[in-house]
């Protein structure tokens, strides 16, 4: 099934006039856009403030986010100046040369990740909600803007030795090419999200919020892979410091259940369960402009394995503003950007969202 992103836009910018007051969006809508963990739930932030009975909120999200990264032991068989082309018959005889090694990967993708979340108020205190993700992948076009950044002192590590806009997915075990994609992905339906959440205490200036979500898995990564029945509960939380400042934090837990014999069996070990957190500061001296900052925390997802370092937990920070429209909507810009640098999270990502309330 294929993504219609105008479309969506379209049927959301008819009810932006509805609105009557001014939106408050919430945290911004940060989620891991590494291309192992986009089959299965992670931890994303949550609104602590329910809308209130019989309310609802449309928000369409839109992410592109590069991924370049390996197994530490490519760093040693790196090309000399020229770029090269990774192809299959490459990724094979790196895999063979490597045959004591029980997983490598090679991942160089562009993602783009677009999701439809409604919202609807049950009550003051509770509300349902669901979320509907697109997915893309491709070569992109961000290797150069990327390239140029880092020629300001931030290099990474061998993307001046490949081909630029590739697309690459690679995943060799014990001498053999488990995996390899080079076809671009086009629109493709992922699992939805199901989820309620109930704020428990209301203060002036204050909200803390319980909330509940289960993905069950309608379809497959690569026609392959389909993760189990991934679940998680987490807090949420909104204190308003001062009236020009607010902060938003959040704290989960995911649990993975056993998906198909594939995805249980990759060669990186069984996907674990794990905790995820943000913490997001929010300024509001101007009436339409709310520039925010974003800390994002994952724990790590998968069992150690020599040369990788997907055990390890991970941070990223959103950075961005939202500019409130009339009539009770919101555009939201996001620079997405990994801090770690533990080789298991997508290098950055540009953000646009569109948020209304009913």
């Known amino acids: 099934m294929a993504a219609r992103p105008g479309a969506l836009a379209l049927g959301l910018a008819a009810g932006i006039a509805l609105g009557a007051q001014d939106l408050e969006p919430g945290p911004a809508p940060t989620r891991e ?33 590069n991924t370049f990264e390996f197994s530490d032991v490519f760093k040693g068989a790196a090309p000399g100046m020229d770029r090269i082309a990774v192809t299959r018959e490459g990724a094979e005889a790196m895999a063979a040369t490597h045959a004591e090694l029980p997983v490598l990967f090679y991942f160089d993708v562009e993602g783009v990740r677009t999701s439809l979340k409604v919202r609807l108020g ?98 497959t990564m690569y026609g392959v892979y389909r993760s189990g029945w991934d679940h998680g509960l987490g807090l949420a939380a909104r204190w308003r410091v001062a009236p020009e400042h607010v902060l938003y934090g959040g704290v989960g837990v995911i649990r993975r259940p056993r998906g198909t014999l594939a995805f249980t069996n990759l060669p990186f070990g069984r996907m674990a369960g794990g905790w995820g957190g943000h913490g997001t500061w929010e300024y509001r001296r101007w009436k339409r402009l709310r520039p925010f900052v974003q800390l994002y925390a994952q724990s790590g997802f998968l069992p150690e394995q020599p040369y990788q370092n997907l055990h390890r937990p991970s941070l990223q920070h959103d950075v961005g503003f939202r500019w409130l429209l009339p009539g009770n909507a919101a555009l939201t810009f996001r620079y997405l950007n990994n801090i770690t640098h533990n080789e298991n999270t997508a290098d950055m990502g540009l953000g646009l969202s569109l948020t209304a309330t009913f």
């Open 122 to 219: 049950l009550s003051e205190r509770t509300e349902a909600w669901a979320e509907l993700p697109f997915l893309s992948q491709g070569g992109g076009g961000l290797d150069s803007p990327i390239e140029g950044f880092h020629s300001l002192g931030f290099k990474q590590f061998g993307r001046d030795r490949v081909r630029k806009d590739q697309l690459t997915v690679a995943v060799m075990a014990h001498g053999r090419l488990q995996f390899y994609s080079d076809r671009p992905m086009r629109g493709k339906t992922q699992d939805p999200t199901f989820g309620f959440t109930h704020r428990f205490l209301a203060r002036p200036g204050l909200d803390l919020s319980l909330y509940a979500a289960v993905k069950p898995p309608l379809t």
């Open 33 to 65: 856009m590494f291309p192992l963990f986009l089959a299965t739930m992670v931890y994303q932030p949550v609104d602590p403030r329910p809308l209130g009975r019989g309310r609802w909120r449309v928000d369409l999200d839109h992410m592109r986010a």
